[in-house]
């Protein structure tokens, strides 16, 4: 079996996977200084929870945006596995499609995973949408290479900031505004009316910008944890794929396999 990791600016995102198909999964927050020693203490538990055994892992793949992390993560695999990681988008695990940007270097791997994983799931043009962290917007063209694409503020991290920089705002949930009215009666219906549906007009804006761009039909794919909230209330997407950055790293440890 296949254990991949998705490292991401906030949580790491394990998976076990028996060919393409997820058999379990756990999420750890993100700690660059957490050992292999303090991760196996938490993953050998949450695997044998699943009635697994260390033994059934046979191979294992790291994506990470946090290039700290990837050192901890190899001890984990080569320590408590017996098992040599592939990392992503290096080695046997390289990308295998064109990068056409200007600092390819730079492209962080859970975006290149998407792209990689788009590609082969959906036909034509496409725009991946990443609700991460921060929100990412990905052009993807129709021979599967990365055109380019744009970085905005998560939704959490604009709420953040606005409740951080202010005196008396309180902490709010992320949810779809219970009236139907733009114009809030109340300080926490007018912070979720900007957060919600100022995001939805980010998100609207910007796909639009991008397909005029493209010049050819594109389908959006939606990906990251708050994918399903704004699908839910809205109709931008084509298609929503929750596991599309791990079932990239599936991919790629297939072909290097």
Do not use: C
């Not at 379990?24 to 200084?33: E, L, Q, Y």
């Not at 033994?55 to 700290?68: K, M």
């Not at 001890?75 to 390819?104: C, H, M, R």
């Amino acid at each position: 079996m296949l254990l991949a990791a998705d490292v991401g600016n906030t949580n790491v995102v394990f998976a076990l996977f028996d060919g393409r198909e997820i058999k379990a999964r756990w999420r750890i927050a993100t700690d660059p200084r957490r050992t292999g020693d303090e991760y196996a203490v938490s993953l050998l538990r949450l695997i044998e929870l699943e009635g697994y055994t260390r033994e059934d892992i046979t191979q294992i793949i790291i994506g990470s945006v946090v290039p700290r992390a990837i050192h901890n993560l190899t001890v984990l695999a080569e320590k408590y596995f017996n098992v040599t990681p592939l990392i992503s988008g290096t080695g046997d695990a390289e990308w295998g499609f064109e990068l056409d940007i200007e600092q390819p270097s730079s492209l962080g791997a859970d975006r290149a995973l998407n792209t990689l994983a788009a590609h082969e799931k959906y036909e034509g043009d496409l725009i991946v949408v990443d609700f991460g962290t921060a929100t990412t917007f990905d052009a993807v063209d129709f021979t599967g290479a990365y055109k380019g694409g744009i970085i905005a503020p998560g939704i959490n991290l604009s709420l953040d900031a606005l409740v951080g920089n202010t005196a008396k705002l309180p902490r709010i949930a992320i949810e779809k505004p219970k009236s139907a009215s733009v114009i809030g009666r109340n300080t926490e219906d007018q912070m979720l009316i900007g957060v919600f549906w100022g995001y939805v007009s980010l998100i609207e804006g910007l796909i639009r910008r991008m397909k005029e761009e493209i010049g050819r039909p594109a389908k959006v794919v939606a990906t990251g944890g708050l994918a399903i909230l704004f699908d839910e209330h809205t109709d931008l997407f084509d298609a929503v794929d929750s596991d599309l950055t791990l079932e990239g790293l599936a991919i790629l440890a297939e072909r290097a396999a």
